[in-house]
């Protein structure tokens, strides 16, 4: 799978974390988007160093779409932990 199939798997994966979590973020859709493209690099990359299962290189594989989500997931926690909701204090 090429870069830009990881992308715009961040790109869905951002918007299933989003749909999982739901609430107000501080970046918006536009912050959960990128979280979902880091998040889905993030998620491939402890899968295969963290946990020693390689994501497999297929788009449609199941398995590597919860590494994208899982990863997607976990930053949109830390992002949220980190900078709370920046819209209720204005």
Known sequence: MTIIGWV???LV??????????????GGVFGTTI???I??????WLSTKVLDK?????????KTWIAAIVGALILL????LLF???RERR
């Open 84 to 86: 709370g909701n920046s």
């Open 54 to 62: 390689p994501v497999p290189h297929d788009f449609f594989d199941p």
């Open 39 to 44: 998040g889905s690099f993030l998620g491939g």
């Open 35 to 37: 979280i979902g493209v």
């Open 13 to 26: 994966a951002g918007i299933i974390a989003k749909i999982l979590l739901p609430g107000r973020d501080p």
């Open 8 to 10: 715009i798997l961040g």
């Open 77 to 80: 926690v830390l992002y949220r």
